[in-house]
């Protein structure tokens, strides 16, 4: 009754719902069938541009995302990454990045470079893995351009042939070339030709390439001083005469001749070869930095945890099957058979999956404990912004080390060393057997070694040494660093920044500091605890008339030589000069000592060195002495071609000042490659030469940035829209 009564009240409006909802059903499947289709609005706005004028639109990037997809699909991918080409692997990451093989790339390339002997910085692949995370869409359609302006164009049949024998090898033969591109094609709705045409655009990449960078210049000159390197031996037999075996006749050096040695060499650092300094003086001090230290025995906390059941040590070899087996000859008696896959047997391994779940549980127990001192430490931490925080915020904040491991040393009953160092230099860290075995991992196969990750603080400036892409981010001064482990897996700490200071040259010669440098083994050894400048220098000035002792003691040799034999004058010497060890009665300090076979060190040899040791806080050390080595092998030419032009035979001395040492030849000799040789060789050289300059140069031609800049490539502030003057911006988006 009352439903009736409010029907009858409302007819007016339901009769206008009624209207409202019938023209709705009227309109709805117009509408539904306009929603299913694509939409084009926007397609064409201009997203890019590069070169001159050229567009890139929306359409273009899915249009070049839908490439991509079909090259994987192909394969591409895979093909560019079995290649044993520079180019190849470095057009592979741009177009195909993998976050989660990345570093595993950045290993391999390192290494590649490093076997090949290119010449390329090993920060500058570190650079390429940092700029390479753009759009890949974007480098696949200005790089297949660039290559076609240049007339680089591969033919779709041959991008069909070499898929005709890529495609097998990569699928074991499963799955012939045709099927794939079929189902490439139906993936993706594009037609075969396209595919093809897709695939070839990338051959294309990689011939445009080789074009820029197979510079194939290499002169004749080259080529035999090339030959030289390799072929040409130097021999020398002779008594050396260092003068460090003559530091027992020196006598201290007075005053002013301190003063004057630190004055002409304050300014070098220690190590560097120059022809105002040959021998390497140097009182400049490094760049240094201090660190607080929290280190446990990972021994001590081996007790603290129960050893593996036998349980947990079956269950693991059930889960990890695949871990336990071995490739074995079908044929015993026959290494060469065929191997077959052979799973072991867990009595096998039992032993080995013990020791390792024991070493994983003590490791997990030892973060925990450092985790929960360095909690107690950074509990003030919390309300501050990390990324805008000052050091003098940090500093504030910061708890005791100290007080922490007490604390919790107490709790866990087992000892953390804990202490500051002083300013201490790369280098002193690195010799510290503590210290310097310090690892941590980062996104890579290669872990960082803490004197490089505790020198990459920003506070250090240009000093600062530079981090590559996967290793750890750069340290915060007074914020934790770890967990980290040594070399031989004894130890695991956390340290932190505490102090730094950049290079600078000493204020006076009486600068002297205890290193302070962590003291947790049962050794009492006190060699190197403490620095003094001024002792250094002292035996730098001792070194020096030594030298002047050696070249006489070595003037003295000869001359008994030519009067009586090799023999009396090796008795003498050593009857006036030499050592007497009473362990060692036979042991003589002058004896005669041979080198065969000694080949010269050519600039490129020192420059591969550089960029091998490049990142390592002793390359500069193993640079000097790469360089002092080559300088001395080239005196020993030097010599032999003075003497082969003057008619002179031996007994003679050549000095050599890099090394405060000189040496009485008794013979030397010089083994050089003939003509037949060079010429067997020549073509040889010449290809290797080629290739190591050519992949070389692959990293500046496929770097992101040079990319970049080379294509002009920008990004449209608004799209479709004149832009204005600082409204362009290029791939890194800053503006131009």
Known sequence: ??????????????????????????????????????????????????????????????????????????????????????????????????VGSSAVLNDEIKRFSMQSRFCINLSEIDDFFSQARSRPELFLIILKDEARQAGCVVPPERAGEILNIVIPQVTGSQVGAAEVVKRA???NNIAESEAMTAFADVLAIITY?????????????QLENLFAKVKEKINFEGVPFRAEDFLDKTSQPSESQIAAQFEKYKNYFSGTITNDNPCGFGYKLMPRVALDYMIVKLDDIKKLVAAPTEEEAED????NLARFTEKLPVDANDPNSKAEERQKSYAEVADIIKEALYTQKTGSQGRKILAQAVGQVE???????????????????????????????????????????????????QVDRHIGTLLMAGQGRTPTRLTKLVFAVSQLGSEASKLGPFEPSAPKMYVSIGPLTDTAGSIMAIVRVVEIAGSAVPADIGLSYQKNLPEISESSDTKDKTFDLK????????????????????????????????????????????????????????????????S??????????????????????????????????????????????KNETPPTIINFESQLSCYVVKSLTR????????????????????????????IEHFMPDNITKRLNLRAMQEPNKPAKSGDLKDANGVNR
């Open 535 to 598: 002792d250094n220098i002292i035996k730098d000035c001792k070194r020096l008339q030594g030298f002047e002792i050696a070249k006489t003691a070595a003037k003295e040799f000869m001359e008994t030589v030519r009067k009586q034999s090799w023999d009396a004058a090796l008795a003498k010497v050593n009857a006036s000069y030499g050592k007497k060890d009473k362990t060692e009665p036979n042991d003589k300090t002058f004896a005669i000592r041979t080198w065969n076979g000694s």
């Open 600 to 645: 010269r060190i050519s600039q490129m040899d020192i420059e591969f060195t550089k960029m091998r040791t490049s990142g390592l806080v002793i390359a500069n050390d193993i640079v000097n002495q790469t360089i002092i080595y080559g300088k001395l092998v080239d005196t020993f030419y030097q010599r032999y071609e003075e003497m082969q032009a």
């Open 209 to 221: 390439s080789r074009i820029v960078s197979d510079s194939e210049d290499v002169t004749e000159a």
């Open 1 to 98: 009754m009352h439903l009736v009564k409010w029907f009858r009240k409302n007819m007016t409006k339901l009769m206008a719902v009624f209207v409202i909802l019938i023209m709705f059903a009227f309109i709805m499947p117009t509408l539904l069938n306009q929603l299913s289709k694509p939409r084009t609005h926007g397609l064409e706005n201009v997203m890019w541009q590069y070169g001159k004028d050229k567009k890139i639109t929306i359409n273009d990037l899915r249009t070049a995302t839908t490439e991509l997809s079909v090259l994987r699909s192909l394969f591409a991918d895979r093909f560019l990454m079995a290649q044993q080409d520079l180019r190849s692997l470095l057009l592979g990451h741009l177009l195909f990045p993998d």
């Open 316 to 319: 693991f070899y059930q889960r």
């Open 671 to 698: 083994d050089p490659g003939t003509i037949e040789d060079f010429a067997k060789m020549r073509q040889q050289l010449a290809f290797q030469q080629d290739y190591i300059s050519s992949q070389s140069t692959a």
């Open 379 to 429: 509990a003030g931490f919390e309300p501050l912004d990390f990324e805008k925080a000052s050091v003098e915020d940090f500093k504030s904040k910061a708890g005791d080390y100290k007080a922490a491991a007490e604390g919790v040393s107490k709790e866990h009953n087992v000892t953390i060393y804990t202490g500051r160092t002083a300013l201490l230099s790369g280098e002193e860290m």
């Open 185 to 187: 094609c139906v993936v």
